[in-house]
């Protein structure tokens, strides 16, 4: 199993950007997909979580301004992050969950300047 990340980048306070997440090799529909991000210096935090019947959660610090989906058909999971603030400058990675493992992407580089 394989997942793919892309979608970071250098964007200004109040602006936009949508994270993908591409599994290849594992049954994508049944399982939960996550979002976490990791600052230098701090731990890796949970961002937003989607199940496979399509129920999400966020973490407070991201309520209201991220949206996660998935799109099963092409086995991805977005993370659509808007009014970004520095504070949520941090390298993302998606990261699935299986009844037998975890596996993560390789991580995605987010830089939100002021």
């Known amino acids: 199993v394989q997942l793919q990340a892309s979608g970071g980048g250098v964007v200004q306070t109040g602006g936009s950007l949508r994270l993908s997440c591409v599994v290849f090799g594992s049954i994508f529909r049944v399982y939960t997909m996550k979002w976490y991000r990791q600052a230098p210096g701090n731990q890796r935090e949970l961002v937003a979580s989607?199940?496979?019947?399509?129920?999400?959660n966020y973490s407070d610090s991201v309520k209201g301004r991220f949206t996660i989906a998935r799109d099963n058909a092409k086995n991805t999971a977005t993370l659509q992050m808007n009014s970004l603030k520095p504070e949520d400058t941090a390298t993302y990675y998606c990261?699935?969950?299986?009844?037998?493992?975890?596996?993560w992407g390789q991580g995605t580089l987010v830089t939100v300047s002021s």
């Open positions: 990261k699935l969950v299986s009844t037998r493992e975890d596996y």
């Open positions: 989607i199940t496979g019947s399509g129920i999400t």
